[in-house]
């Protein structure tokens, strides 16, 4: 049987109805990733005996009547920053090679609570820190529409294996758009909940304050369904917010029963539309979602987001300021790689960080401890910390006006690979992603259509106010039904 477009939807089904038990499923992706694998790269590293192993105990139990979850057998892939006990987790960094983790992140305990197969481990730009995966210290993904492109970043790997066929569903984390952009880029969703509605414990930490972690999917209904899985408040991670339970995935159930759009209001920030360098093809295919998105009863209304242009500056000292002090324990005594060449205390730290950390993670670590060092402090990092303040501000008045805002996930569709160099070059594939991270609240990336001239996928971002994520999902839900292109299946056989 082919698993290649198998969403999480149709396979809890197909496990259900008895026509494919755990095993076969898990095989299919097995031969799957031994297919393309080769060509995508998408995985660190996976290991077959233990994926058997957990799919059989699921067999067994759906034998015993003892199903832990209706997704309980169905393979997830996570992304290599999430610990999952005696894996390795490497954050794609030389640095953590050979790093077990002892334990599991509680988005892992939560999956493993639901029965799912755990897969194996994405790859990802090293720390989660880049926009296209060239970052990593191990391999380069390609993306699975163009193996001349990049997947983007950082959870390109997790992106790429959904869009390749070698898996059901995967997690990846934003910091900065790094879910929603890599989705875009491969043309599956992708979710980046409310600030504190998943547990970061167990995620390897780039920048505390931003830092979520989210599905990456095959459709609207899985990301809502993958949410109510992994959504909680944790005593492990003070930051998780106390919540309902909230059921989205029967919601989009009910929903989608009448998929209509009437009297939402949906809001354009004209600061997005003004952007220089914002491609033709992406502005074709954002335009065409907006006129689905009114035949569906939506309306739209302008709206303004002032502080926009700062918030590129902002997201980077702020992200580097928390990523230098995040990455000062990666002293090559506690975890991971200890350069041979060390021959005392100090030559262990200055060795091994030196070996041990790619280019952009010394250049982010080195660029934090300039805008925490005292005399650029508040030049810096206590005025990033106020522009903040007024890019959530400008959220919170437009949200006065509309229940959720459209905007382009990116300005421009999967690039090719050396295309960005200039880092400058490659921080603007953020502009429109970082805002949301910087105010908590949460977005969606849906796939819309293809960019006329390279053919590649693009998606669009709905952004709601915080713990709004039925509003993603609904009206996510609504477009995804009435979109003209039904699937998107990169053409990789
Ligand atoms: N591309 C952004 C960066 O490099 C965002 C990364 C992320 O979301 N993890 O920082």
């Known amino acids: 049987m082919n698993c290649v477009s198998l969403s999480l939807r149709e396979a809890s089904e197909l496990l259900a109805s008895g026509r494919m038990t755990s095993v076969d499923m898990c095989r299919a992706f097995l031969d799957r990733i031994r297919k393309v694998e080769d060509r995508v790269h998408a995985l660190l590293n996976w290991k077959e005996e233990d994926i058997l192993r957990q799919a059989a105990e699921s067999d067994a139990r759906r034998a015993n009547g003892k199903l832990l979850s209706a997704f309980d057998g169905i393979p997830v892939t996570l992304k290599d920053n999430i610990c999952a006990s005696g894996q390795q987790c490497t954050c794609a960094s030389r640095i953590l090679e050979g790093f077990i983790s002892p334990y599991d992140a509680t988005v892992t305990?939560?999956?493993?609570?639901?029965?799912?197969?755990?897969?194996?481990?994405?790859?990802?730009?090293?720390f989660a820190m880049g926009s296209s995966c060239e970052n990593s210290a191990y391999q380069?993904?390609?993306?699975?529409?163009?193996?001349?492109?990049?997947?983007?970043?950082?959870?390109?790997?997790?992106?790429?294996?959904?869009?390749?066929?070698?898996?059901?569903?995967?997690?990846?984390?934003?910091?900065?758009?790094?879910?929603?952009?890599?989705?875009?880029?491969?043309?599956?969703?992708?979710?980046?909940?409310?600030?504190?509605?998943?547990?970061?414990?167990?995620?390897?930490?780039?920048a505390s304050s931003l830092d979520q972690i989210g599905p990456m999917s095959k459709s609207v209904y899985d990301a809502a369904a993958m949410l109510d899985v992994i959504a909680g408040q944790d005593p492990m991670d003070?930051?998780?917010?106390?919540?309902?339970?909230?059921?989205?995935?029967?919601?989009?159930?009910?929903?989608?029963?009448?998929?209509?759009?009437?009297?939402?209001?949906?809001?354009?920030?004209?600061?997005?539309?003004?952007?220089?360098?914002?491609?033709?093809?992406?502005?074709?295919?954002?335009?065409?979602?907006?006129?689905?998105?009114?035949?569906?009863?939506?309306?739209?209304?302008?709206?303004?987001?002032?502080?926009?242009?700062?918030?590129?500056?902002?997201?980077?000292?702020?992200?580097t300021a928390e990523a230098s002090a995040n990455l000062a324990r990666f002293d090559g005594i506690r975890y991971g790689y200890r350069s041979p060449r060390a021959t005392d205390i100090q030559s262990t730290y200055f060795l091994s960080r030196g070996e041990g950390f790619g280019m952009e993670v010394a250049r982010r670590i080195m660029l934090g401890t300039y805008v925490l060092s005292s005399g650029y402090y508040d030049a810096y990092y206590l005025k990033a910390q106020k522009v903040r303040t007024l890019l959530r501000r400008d959220f919170e008045e437009a949200y006065k006006k509309c229940d959720l805002i459209f905007t382009p996930v990116s300005p421009v569709p999967a690039f090719r690979f050396g295309e960005k160099a200039d880092p400058l070059q490659m921080y603007l594939s953020d502009v429109f992603t970082t805002a949301l991270n910087l105010s908590g609240d949460c977005g969606i990336s849906i796939p819309a259509g293809l960019d006329e001239t390279s053919g590649m996928p693009v998606g669009i971002q709905l952004m709601a106010p915080a713990m709004e994520e039925k509003r993603l999902f609904r009206t996510g839900r609504a477009f995804e039904l009435a979109r003209e292109q039904k699937e998107f299946l990169a053409p990789l056989d």
């Open 109 to 126: 305990e939560k999956l493993k609570k639901a029965g799912f197969v755990l897969l194996g481990r994405a790859n990802m730009d090293e």
């Open 140 to 206: 380069k993904t390609a993306n699975p529409w163009n193996l001349d492109c990049v997947p983007g970043g950082s959870s390109g790997g997790s992106a790429a294996s959904v869009a390749a066929g070698e898996t059901v569903i995967a997690l990846g984390s934003d910091t900065g758009g790094s879910i929603r952009q890599p989705a875009s880029f491969c043309g599956i969703v992708g979710l980046k909940p409310t600030y504190g509605r998943v547990s970061r414990y167990g995620l390897v930490a780039f």
């Open 238 to 319: 003070c930051t998780s917010l106390p919540q309902e339970k909230e059921n989205f995935a029967d919601d989009v159930e009910v929903f989608e029963k009448n998929p209509r759009l009437d009297g939402v209001k949906i809001g354009l920030p004209k600061e997005y539309f003004e952007l220089e360098g914002l491609s033709s093809g992406v502005k074709a295919v954002t335009e065409k979602a907006i006129e689905t998105l009114k035949k569906l009863g939506a309306e739209f209304v302008n709206i303004s987001l002032p502080h926009t242009r700062y918030s590129m500056a902002c997201y980077y000292i702020v992200a």
